[in-house]
């Protein structure tokens, strides 16, 4: 960072003094003749360039008449609204994770896992406790356990799902695509799905085979049926149509949303019994989530700060350039009756527009540098959302044009300050 610091700066002083240093030293001491005005696109459509006032002609023939200062402020201001774009997108993507893995897909709220070796007497005499408390809504046992996916030289662990009733599995968890989320994927005979992340990681598509093993190290080759949304751990779901003894031992619960302390009575009642070994609840996990996405808002202030700085440091070192280069048509205008406020309209009207024209831009690079940072960060077994919503993009074109309107009012006083008569003196 340091270097490439170093070598922009270094570069950028270098080409500025080496195209000074080349004139002959004569013209160096002659004031710097403006730049001629070409006529523009605009001005050959004369039934919209005759409605025009006067100041907006100006500023439409400047725009492309500096075309050095228009590049140079459209890039400033487009990284300081792409950082912001990158910074709520950070926060949108990390804070979706939360509420589409344990609202939209997990739409139950806790696992009861049960003892090993158990026959199917016991299995069903728990299932009925569960179903008999009030506090439950309802509940639907599956086989889950740790297994590995082999394809090629990669392999991948994941947790295995397998139901008996692959219609009630839908009423506990909702298989869909991310960019599709209306299309549902039904579990298949001879197929399986496989979550977002490790489709990715591994390179797999919609009907490409690979090797499953689960605890019982039993192998079976199976077809790739669906890609499914997911966020957190890798996931398969199957139904019981391979061989590979997947007889139940958990339990998804879903709470009475009547009852308010469903989750405290229900884990109470569910551990005295001695057939199920553990309970897992996913509102600690919510909570701990929802305190890490608030600690995001501090990165989020950092990158407005920092975006605020980039965009002051642009628009004022360039609309101070502006000003001096630009000295006595400022004051040109200025003997022949203009206004401080006319004045003003004259030169800011230029930096508003090339503020929304690089803020628009902004949009689209922030939307690819968030997409950058979201796949550059992630963990083998966790995948950020890939979601900027509306509210972001409309913030940060706001604050950008807010940094805009401040350097504005700064540097009102220097325009005030421009002395009519001196400014005209010829230099000899």
């Given at each position: 960072s340091t270097a490439a610091s170093v070598l922009v700066t270094t570069f950028a002083a270098f080409a500025a003094c080496y195209k000074e240093l080349i004139e002959t030293p004569a013209l160096l001491m002659r004031p710097k003749a403006p730049k001629l005005g070409k006529k523009i696109l605009i001005e050959r459509m004369t039934f919209l360039w005759k409605r025009f006032s006067f100041t907006s002609k100006v500023t439409a023939r400047n725009l492309f008449r500096y075309k050095k200062r228009f590049f140079m402020t459209v890039l400033g201001i487009s990284g300081c609204t792409a950082l912001l774009v990158a910074g709520f997108g950070i926060k949108?993507?990390?804070?979706?994770?939360?509420?589409?893995?344990?609202?939209?897909?997990?739409q139950y709220q806790g696992i009861a896992s049960m003892q090993k070796d158990l026959d199917e007497t016991a299995k069903r005499q728990v299932l009925d406790q569960i179903n008999s408390l009030e506090t439950i809504d309802d509940a639907l046992d599956v086989y889950q356990s740790n297994a590995v996916v082999y394809q090629g030289n990669d392999s991948t662990e994941v947790t295995l799902v397998v139901t008996s009733d692959p219609e009630r599995f839908r009423d506990f968890v909702s298989l869909h695509p991310r960019k599709q989320p209306q299309e549902e994927l039904?579990?298949?005979?001879?197929?399986?799905?496989?979550?977002?992340?490790?489709?990715?990681?591994?390179?797999?598509?919609v009907g490409d085979t690979i090797e499953l093993e689960n605890e019982k190290e039993l192998r079976r080759n199976v077809e790739i049926t669906g890609i499914a949304e997911n966020y957190l751990n890798h996931y398969v779901y199957?139904?019981?149509?391979?061989?590979?003894?997947?007889?139940?031992?958990?339990?998804?619960?879903?709470?009475?949303?009547?009852?308010?302390?469903?989750?405290?009575?229900?884990?109470?009642?569910?551990?005295?019994?001695?057939?199920?070994?553990s309970l897992s609840f996913y509102t600690g996990i919510k909570d701990n989530?929802?305190?890490?996405?608030?600690?995001?808002?501090?990165i989020v202030l950092v990158l407005i700060i920092s975006a605020g700085m980039l965009a002051f440091v642009v628009l004022y070192n360039l609309t101070n350039v502006n000003i001096s280069e630009r000295l006595r048509e400022i004051a040109t205008l200025k003997v022949l009756g203009f206004y401080n406020k006319e004045v003003n309209t004259y030169v800011y009207k230029e930096n508003v527009i090339l503020t929304l024209i690089g803020a628009l831009v902004g949009l689209g690079l922030g939307k690819i540098l968030h997409l950058t940072i979201m796949v550059v960060v992630e963990l083998d077994n966790i995948m950020f959302g890939r979601v900027i919503l509306p509210?972001?993009?409309?913030?940060?074109?706001?604050?950008?044009?807010?940094?805009?309107?401040?350097?504005?009012?700064?540097?009102?006083?220097?325009?005030?300050?421009?002395p009519m008569v001196e400014s005209l003196k010829s230099v000899e």
């Open positions: 949108d993507s990390i804070s979706r994770i939360v509420n589409s893995q344990f609202g939209e897909i997990f039904r579990l298949k005979d001879g197929g399986v799905v496989i979550t977002e992340k490790m489709a990715n990681d591994m390179n797999l598509h199957m139904n019981e149509t391979y061989d590979l003894r997947a007889q139940s031992n958990a339990v998804f619960l879903k709470f009475n949303p009547q009852i308010d302390d469903a989750e405290q009575r229900s884990g109470q009642e569910l551990l005295k019994n001695e057939d199920i070994s989530f929802n305190n890490m996405i608030r600690s995001l808002n501090y509210q972001s993009y409309g913030i940060s074109v706001i604050i950008t044009v807010m940094f805009a309107v401040i350097v504005n009012q700064v540097m009102k006083s220097k325009l005030r300050a421009i």
